[in-house]
């Protein structure tokens, strides 16, 4: 008995980290699914400066791991489709870009 408890409790404390990190992943994002008139859904992007990489970059820290990812996904398609969206909305991506790579470019003139 004992021993099948500590097997089992070896098998909890070797699974919980790994279940721990499994956030689910944001669905698919495609041209048609990003709404233009507000391409980073639920995100608040007023305040952010998107043409300054360090105010993005700042921004972004305080997003949590979905946050990231959904943003992820939306930069995604926005880079890929730049001709679809505003120019700011692509500054922003393109800034997070580089925020996520950690580089810590001169801020955009």
């Known amino acids: 008995m004992r021993t099948s408890l500590l097997v089992t409790l070896a098998a909890l404390v070797v699974a919980l980290?790994?279940?721990?990190?499994?956030t689910p992943a944001p669905a698919a994002m495609t041209l048609q699914s990003i709404d233009k008139s507000k391409p980073f859904g639920s995100l608040d992007v007023k305040a952010v400066d998107a043409k300054d990489p360090a105010k993005v970059?700042?921004?972004?820290?305080?997003?949590?791991?979905?946050?990231?990812?959904?943003?992820?996904?939306?930069?995604?398609?926005?880079?890929?489709?730049?001709?679809?969206?505003?120019?700011?909305?692509?500054?922003?991506?393109?800034n997070w870009i580089v925020a996520q790579a950690g580089e810590a470019p001169a801020p955009a003139r």
């Not at 980290?17 to 499994?22: D, I, K």
């Not at 992820?72 to 890929?80: G, L, P």
Request: aromatic content about 4%.
């Open 17 to 22: 980290p790994a279940a721990a990190q499994n």
């Open 57 to 94: 970059m700042a921004w972004g820290q305080a997003l949590n791991e979905q946050q990231k990812l959904d943003l992820n996904n939306r930069c995604s398609v926005i880079n890929a489709n730049q001709s679809s969206f505003l120019p700011d909305d692509v500054s922003l991506c393109h």
